[in-house]
């Protein structure tokens, strides 16, 4: 072989080529980050912090109004829990659920209805007057008194019973005695006592053993005829 030609072929180590005919390795270069893209990060950036405020503020809102709520719940949770677990009312129709109407009435459910008072009772009419016997009794010392009086109620229409005196007995004056409850011997002993000037009284136990029926005068030291 001559000496040129092997001049001419590379120099190769290990089966390799030379290093130093490697193409050399790309070298990485640090940009500057554009303004545009950081004034677009403080944007998003202040956006975040204004929508936290905003959220901090209802939330604070919210929390200012929540416990109210919460204790209305819970005075009002008991009752419709025990409500929930009572017997279950089955429905009615209307006609039988409905409180009985007042207005029909006027008197409200649970009230007592007072019984209507009674009508009174009229006095039974009285009857004519002189058909009722009047007595005289002499209850004084003035002598005839009893027979003058007699003859003076006789005069006057009226029927005379007995005439005579009023012994063991006093009272203090003059007066017409009647049986009480009797409109008609009311009747007649209220006229009588008008013509002598007396009073009328209901019978009472000082009057004695006196005739029990028609009306009874008595008289004392206050009339004379």
Do not use: C
């Not at 819970?74 to 017997?87: D, G, K, R």
Request: hydrophobic share 40%; proline share 12%.
């Amino acid at each position: 072989m001559s000496p040129n030609k092997h001049n001419d072929e590379p120099l190769v180590h290990d089966g390799h080529p030379d290093d130093t005919a490697a193409a050399p390795a790309p070298v990485s270069e640090t940009r500057p980050l554009p303004l545009r893209g950081l004034a677009m990060i403080l944007a998003a950036v202040a956006v975040l912090l204004a929508a936290w405020a905003l959220f901090a503020v209802l939330r604070g809102d919210d929390s200012d109004t929540t416990p109210v709520a919460d204790e209305a719940t819970s005075s009002t949770a008991p009752t419709s829990t025990a409500v929930s677990h009572a017997t279950p009312v089955t429905s009615a129709p209307q006609e039988e659920m409905a409180p009985p109407s007042s207005s029909a009435s006027g008197t409200s459910p649970g009230t007592e209805v007072a019984a209507p008072p009674q009508p009174a009772v009229p006095p039974a009419p009285a009857g004519d007057p002189r058909t009722v016997t009047v007595h005289a009794l002499n209850n004084s010392t003035i002598q005839g008194l009893a027979n003058r009086v007699a003859d003076t109620l006789t005069g006057q229409g009226w029927t005379v019973g007995e005439v005579g005196n009023l012994a063991d007995t006093y009272l203090p004056a003059s007066a017409v005695y009647y049986t009480a409850g009797n409109p008609t011997e009311e009747a007649a002993a209220r006229e009588v006592g008008a013509a002598l000037g007396i009073p009328a009284n209901p019978r009472t136990p000082e009057l004695g053993p006196v005739p029990a029926d028609g009306v009874v005068v008595v008289l004392t030291g206050d009339i004379t005829l």
